[in-house]
Nanobody, 124 residues
Framework: VQLQASGGGSVQPGGSLRLSCAVS????????MAWYRQAPGKQRELVGT???????MYADSVKGRFTISIDYAGNTMALLMDRLKAEDTAVYYC???????????????????WGPGTQVTVSS
């Protein structure tokens, strides 16, 4: 199982960007997924999460501006970022707690997977 994020880039303050995270490999179930970010000189922080029950949660700093969605049929997660601010500049990482499929009768496991980061720069 691999995660691959895409869609990063540069945007002016107040603009929008859409990040995608594609999950590839043999998957039995996506349990939950999340986006994290790490700004220069800072620790990695949680941006938001989405569960396969349909619930989402966001950090206070992005609440009302960012939206996470999961397409379970396509095994992709999106992060729609609106009204971007300079402080949103960071490397964004996608995370997934996923149960891989190992074959008939195999024991299900819940494993953590991370994708490589994608840079988001908000600057005028």
């Amino acid at each position: 199982v691999q995660l691959q994020a895409s869609g990063g880039g540069s945007v002016q303050p107040g603009g929008s960007l859409r990040l995608s995270c594609a999950v590839s490999g043999s998957i039995f179930r996506i349990n939950n997924m999340a986006w994290y970010r790490q700004a220069p000189g800072k620790q990695r922080e949680l941006v938001g999460t989405a569960t396969n029950g349909g619930s989402t949660m966001y950090a206070d700093s992005v609440k009302g501006r960012f939206t996470i969605s999961i397409d379970y049929a396509g095994n992709t997660m999106a992060l729609l970022m609106d009204r971007l601010k300079a402080e949103d500049t960071a490397v964004y990482y996608c995370y997934g707690n996923i149960s891989p499929y190992y074959g008939p009768g195999s024991k299900l496991r819940r494993l953590d997977f991370w994708g490589p980061g994608t840079q988001v720069t908000v600057s005028s």
